[in-house]
């Protein structure tokens, strides 16, 4: 099994034009590489599971968004399933490299390293945000100068709110979304942020359905339950 340190062994590329992409597949077989790096931090193959699930997922919700754009004869610009897919599975790459609450950093900080494109780099970072916004990580903790500048003047590729939308919506399994956003609060608390969280997030989702015309439960063949709000498309008015 290769280690973290002989994987993709190469210099730094720094002319953006000749930075290096994946393909699903390369993303998949990156994974796979890390099963035996992880295993000593304690991530078993449940990130991986977990990281599978949310790029097929992206890979789905990218298909009805271009289903949608050809329906209105948008022919081009057109959305890559494959490259969406590819996003979701390495989202969590740094949980291959190192201790859970750095995964984030550490998966940039590697990728970076190794030349490839910015959007693989910084969807390390960008999925544990909602809407560009520090304090929306998971388990509340507080990001250092680097992620906090990182995060506030980084614009979101459409790809990266896949992967970010696509990492709500799965644990080890794809979950209808209250489901995994109860799960999530369980495991890591709540604050005085958290009411603020969950309309960023569905203000996100209604983000997603809107280009796809359709709602994500339908896409994802999952049920739909949402006591915030009458309909998909609508954004949710929290109360204080």
């Known amino acids: 099994m290769k280690s973290a340190e002989n994987v993709h062994k190469t210099p730094r590329i720094a002319s953006r034009a000749n930075q290096k992409s994946f393909t699903s597949q390369e993303a998949l077989a990156l994974l796979e590489s890390l099963r035996g790096e992880a295993a000593k931090y304690g991530h078993h193959d449940t990130w991986i599971h977990h990281s599978v699930l949310v790029g097929d997922c992206a890979g789905k919700l ?32 740094g949980k291959g ?3 859970f609450l750095d995964h984030p ?48 003047n980084h614009e979101n590729t459409l790809y990266e709110d896949l992967a970010a939308l696509c990492d709500l919506y799965c644990n080890d399994k794809v979950l209808p979304l209250e489901g995994r956003l109860i799960d999530v609060i369980i495991r890591y608390g709540s604050s005085e942020h958290t009411a603020h969280r969950l309309e960023e997030i569905y203000k996100l989702k209604a983000k997603i359905e809107q280009k796809m015309g359709k709602s994500v439960e339908e896409v994802l063949d999952l049920p739909y339950f949402n006591p915030l709000i009458a309909s998909p498309f609508q954004t949710p008015a929290l109360k204080p």
């Not at 990728?111 to 990580?137: P, Q, W």
């Open 105 to 152: 950093i550490t998966g940039y900080r590697y990728l970076k390293d190794h030349g490839y494109a910015d959007e693989f780099c910084s969807v390390c970072l960008t999925h544990s945000f909602t809407n560009r916004e520090c304090e929306m990580i998971s388990g509340f903790r507080p990001a250092d100068e680097f992620l906090q500048d990182y995060i506030k």
């Open 62 to 93: 990218a298909a009805a968004i271009r289903e949608n754009q050809i329906a209105n004869h948008q022919s081009s610009n057109l959305i890559d399933p494959d490259h969406a897919r590819a996003l979701g599975y390495l989202h969590d790459i």
């Open 97 to 99: 490299l190192g201790p």
